[in-house]
């Protein structure tokens, strides 16, 4: 069974940085793509992030150049490097196989101002 677990959200001030983390279990097909979203409350969900098997790298306008994917080298576990961050991005941020469709338990980031 495919499993998507996140972690690494928390507070963080303004200005301030964060790397939140989602280990990625299951068919290899599966995760062969793999996208972060957000949902800040009372916002539509939004993509964020995408990285490919192949190390491709898509970016959301609001956050190219202060967001970096990554994976390990494995590519068991998916990274969100967050810079800058400014009390837009306080959210729900969520872990997604690109394909298949499971979506992590999502980790909280909250920026204060």
């Known amino acids: 069974q495919i499993q998507v677990v996140e972690s690494g959200g928390g507070s963080v001030q303004t200005g301030g940085s964060l790397r939140l983390s989602c280990a990625v279990s299951g068919a290899e097909y599966c995760t062969h793509d793999m996208d972060w979203y957000r949902q800040a409350p009372g916002k539509e969900r939004e993509f964020v992030s995408r990285i490919s098997r192949r190390g491709e790298r898509t970016y959301a306008d609001s956050v190219k150049g202060r967001f970096t994917i990554s994976q390990d080298n494995a590519k068991t576990i998916v990274y969100l490097q967050m810079n800058n961050l400014s009390a837009d991005d306080t959210a729900m941020y969520y872990c997604?196989?690109?394909?298949?469709?499971?979506w992590g338990q999502g980790t909280l980031v909250i920026v204060s101002s």
């Open positions: 997604k196989t690109h394909w298949c469709d499971y």
